[in-house]
């Protein structure tokens, strides 16, 4: 069955650190991969989207995600976190009509 | 307005009310969607549209009536809901509803049943 995996559904880092988030996924095909951000009381934003080619792909915000077809994983990453990036993050994979989501990671910030 | 608005963006509602939201999209997309976020679970996929027909159906109680008049409106109808269903419900839209393509999401409304 295909799903998404978040293993870390809380996370908290210091300004200017470095970020990873971890995705694990499961899917019977090549998968399409996405990562979203939700801030409170917001709707979900697009980061970034793995479709095919160059496994590194680059998003908004300076983020980045790296998938690894042996690991099965799509982990986002930011060299260097700003307070403003606090919030929840979501993986996600392509399904025929759908998305299949994550439960989520939230994100703290500290000074 | 750019992107995808939706109204209210929060509702309470008894038991024996009957409301429903509204979601419009600016982005020219051809799909719609409906979630249901509630705390601490994986967003729920509850109806998929396509070109105005319905194409997905996720087992959703027919306390909810999804309905889409149009590719740039799409309606939540609710009627006699459970506490249970007090969430924040989630419109999306893409360009079609097949899985590579990534969707575009409102800011969602927060319903409480009382």
């Known amino acids: 069955a295909q799903s998404v995996t978040q293993p870390d559904i809380h996370i908290t880092v210091s300004e200017g650190a470095s970020l990873e988030l971890r995705c694990n996924y499961s899917?019977?095909?090549?998968?399409?991969l996405f990562w979203y951000v939700q801030s409170p009381g917001q709707g979900l934003q697009l980061l970034l989207k793995?479709?095919?080619?160059?496994?590194l792909v680059q998003g908004i915000k300076g983020f980045e995600a790296e998938f690894k077809r042996s690991q099965s994983s799509f982990n986002l990453r930011k060299p260097s976190v700003h307070w403003s990036d606090a919030a929840e993050y979501f993986c996600a994979v392509g399904a025929t009509n759908k998305l299949i989501f994550g439960t989520g990671t939230l994100l703290a910030v500290q000074p | 307005e750019t992107g995808v608005t939706q109204t209210p963006r929060h509702l309470v509602m008894g038991m024996t009310n009957k409301k429903s939201l509204k979601c419009e999209q600016h982005?020219?997309?051809?799909?719609m969607y409906w979630y249901k976020q509630s705390a601490k679970k994986p967003l729920e996929l509850m109806f998929v549209y396509s070109l105005e027909e319905r194409v997905e159906n996720n087992s959703v109680p027919s306390r909810f009536s999804p309905e889409c008049p149009n590719s740039s409106h799409l309606f939540l109808h609710l009627h006699t809901l459970q506490p249970e269903d007090s969430a924040l419900y989630l419109c999306?839209?893409?360009?079609?509803?097949?899985?590579?393509?990534?969707?575009?999401f409102g800011p969602g409304t927060r319903l409480t049943v009382l």
């Open positions: 982005l020219g997309h051809n799909a």
């Open positions: 899917y019977g095909a090549t998968p399409y």
């Open positions: 999306a839209s893409s360009q079609e509803e097949t899985s590579g393509v990534g969707q575009f």
């Open positions: 793995y479709f095919s080619g160059d496994t």
